[in-house]
């Protein structure tokens, strides 16, 4: 799982900074790594170079990876970055609609 730790949705690559919902997480410390530092170690040689170029956009020190899924239990919220309406958790969600 990608994520990043800035809110702003420049900070991802031009193909997700265009995505409506932004979901924050809490995960534990330990398993969110680095992306950059995680990437030269795990993947091909030249591809994390060419991840991280200017030509993807975004910010790649903002980003972090997850070596698993994210189950909706570690989700803090959920909104919806066009109208501003909160998404998760079910309850914030049910208030708006009411």
């Not at 979901?23 to 398993?31: G, N, S």
């Amino acid at each position: 799982m990608h994520l990043s730790i800035s809110p702003d949705p420049a900070s991802l690559p031009e193909k997700f900074g265009a995505l409506p919902i932004r979901i924050t997480v809490k995960v534990p410390d330990a398993e969110a790594h680095r992306w950059v530092p995680w990437a030269w170690r795990r993947l091909p040689p030249g591809a994390a170079e060419t991840l991280t170029s200017t030509r993807f956009g975004g910010d790649p020190g903002a980003w972090y990876i997850i070596e698993r899924s994210l189950p909706a239990a570690e989700w803090v919220e959920a909104v919806d970055l066009v109208s501003r309406v909160p998404l998760w958790p079910p309850s914030a969600a049910e208030a708006v609609t009411a």
